[in-house]
């Protein structure tokens, strides 16, 4: 496959799905071809999964439950979506994949980043990205700018602080686990200043 696969990650409103517009923009207009997408989501099948999974009455969800469900969206996403365009030599551009599960469903949930890891290494067939930029930034901020925003807060949204900070704790080991391929950015400054650091990193790297 020639195209690069590079994801974005963070917690709760660091910003990523804000920046990754510009981003997509200015690599297009440096004459790049990119996609844009997204998980859980971007094909019907896993946003209709992605509905399943964030919906507020779905309280009772066990944890492995919600770490398969994550898994198959990003199955069908994958192979629907991300790999037709990296055979194409494209530029993809995710808003959050696998480290979100090991983040949110192996550190934060408890199941264990190695047991998550490993029904990812399924569902991924061993398609890690090339590049993941990390959004850093303290989840009470991040909270603060959802609940500022106008989007509506989901299931997930709606944990505990104490489960956001786990989060943010399970990052950290990945940052340090993955260090060859995470690159992170401090997310807490103006979105012009966040996308200007990714874009010095992004130039570097392509
Ligand atoms: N750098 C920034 N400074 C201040 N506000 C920001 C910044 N970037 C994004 N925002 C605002 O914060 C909110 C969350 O941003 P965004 O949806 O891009 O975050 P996200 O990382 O995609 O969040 P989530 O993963 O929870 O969906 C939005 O209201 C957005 O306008
Ligand atoms: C891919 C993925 C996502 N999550 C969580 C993270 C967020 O709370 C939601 C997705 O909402 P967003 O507004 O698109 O960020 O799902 C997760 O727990 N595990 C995953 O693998």
Redesign the pocket.
Known sequence: MSGKFIT?E???????????TTLAEALKADGHEVLTTREPGGIKISEEIREVILNKEHVMMDARTEALLYAAARRQHLAEKVIPALQEGKIVLC??FIDSSLAYQGHARGIGIEEVLSINMFAIDGLLPHLTIY?DIDPVK?LE??S????EQNRL?LEKLEFHLKVKEGYDILRERFSERFQAVN????????VSDIQKILKAYL
């Open positions: 974005l963070g917690p709760e409103g660091a910003g990523k799905t804000t920046a990754l808003d959050r959004f991040g700018r959802i500022q925003g106008n989007r949204d997310a807490d400054q103006p979105a012009e200043a966040v």
